[in-house]
Nanobody, 124 residues
Framework: QVQLVESGGGLVQTGGSLRLSCAAS????????MGWFRQAPGKEREFVAA????????TYADSVKGRFTISRDNAKNTVYLQMNSLKPEDTAVYYC?????????????????WGQGTQVTVSS
């Protein structure tokens, strides 16, 4: 099992920045790919970004490309999501995810482990 704990959410104005953190514990070798999903009220959960354990390869949803940056510190078993130029439509609960299999996936069903979520609210 892998436990994921997010932190760093909050309230920010349009154009502002936030950095989310996700600390993994347990069988962390099972987190070959880690990433973030988000879910806004009344909407389906959507993929945001992901990063590989080895090589630090990244992928992003088109809606956040150029504004968000995902990174990880393997020594600390932590993944980060730096969010810049935030927009009201970025408002959502952000979930940290991990999967043991290699390869990126935008489907939530492909991820084995989920954090409890952290709220990000962007005011206009």
């Amino acid at each position: 099992q892998v436990q994921l704990v997010e932190s760093g959410g909050g309230l920010v104005q349009t154009g502002g920045s936030l950095r989310l953190s996700c600390a993994a514990s347990g069988r962390t070798f099972s987190s070959n790919v880690m990433g973030w999903f988000r879910q806004a009220p009344g909407k389906e959960r959507e993929f945001v970004a992901a990063i590989t354990r080895a090589g630090g390869l990244t992928t992003y949803a088109d809606s956040v490309k150029g504004r968000f940056t995902i990174s990880r510190d393997n020594a600390k078993n932590t993944v980060y999501l730096q969010m810049n130029s935030l927009k009201p439509e970025d408002t959502a609960v952000y979930y940290c995810v991990a999967k043991g299999s290699w390869g990126f996936a935008a489907s939530s069903q492909q991820y084995d482990y989920w954090g409890q979520g952290t709220q990000v609210t962007v005011s206009s």
